[in-house]
C-alpha cells in the first residue's frame, strides 16, 4: 500500500509561482507513473505531469513551458513547479501513482489563480 500526501497549495496571483509537493510513504522509485493530475470544476480529472515507467516525463500541452516536475530520492517526493499561473490552472491537484497493480491518490490540494 502507498499513502501519497500533497502540500503547497493556495492561492496565488495570475503570473505568479506555486510549488506543490508529493510525499509518498515509500521509495519513489517503486511506484510507477508517479505524477500529478488535476480537476477543475465541471470538468474531468487530466493529466498534469508524470514521470513514465521507462524514465520519459509526459507534460499536458497547456503547461509544458511553465510547469516543471522534479523528484528527491532522498525525501520519497515529488514536486511541480508551476509558473506563470493562469485562471484556467485553477483546479484541485493530485498526486497519483501505482503500485503492485493498484492506483493511488493523494487527497488533493487546492490551487486557485485569481487577483
Known amino acids: 500500500q502507498v499513502q501519497l500526501v500533497e502540500s503547497g497549495g493556495g492561492l496565488v496571483q495570475p503570473g505568479g509561482s506555486l510549488r506543490l509537493s508529493c510525499a509518498a510513504s515509500?521509495?519513489?522509485?517503486?511506484?510507477?507513473?508517479m505524477g500529478w493530475h488535476r480537476q477543475a470544476p465541471g470538468k474531468e480529472r487530466e493529466l498534469v505531469a508524470v514521470?513514465?515507467?521507462?524514465?520519459?516525463?509526459t507534460y499536458k500541452d497547456s503547461v509544458k513551458d511553465r510547469f516543471i516536475i522534479s523528484r528527491d530520492n532522498a525525501r520519497n517526493t515529488v514536486d511541480l513547479q508551476m509558473n506563470s499561473l493562469k485562471s484556467e490552472d485553477t483546479a484541485v491537484y493530485y498526486c497519483?501513482?501505482?503500485?503492485?497493480?493498484?492506483?493511488?491518490w493523494g487527497q488533493g490540494t487546492q490551487v486557485t489563480v485569481s487577483s
Open positions: 497519483r501513482g501505482g503500485f503492485r497493480g493498484h492506483i493511488y
Open positions: 514521470f513514465r515507467s521507462d524514465g520519459r516525463i
Open positions: 515509500r521509495d519513489i522509485y517503486s511506484i510507477s507513473d
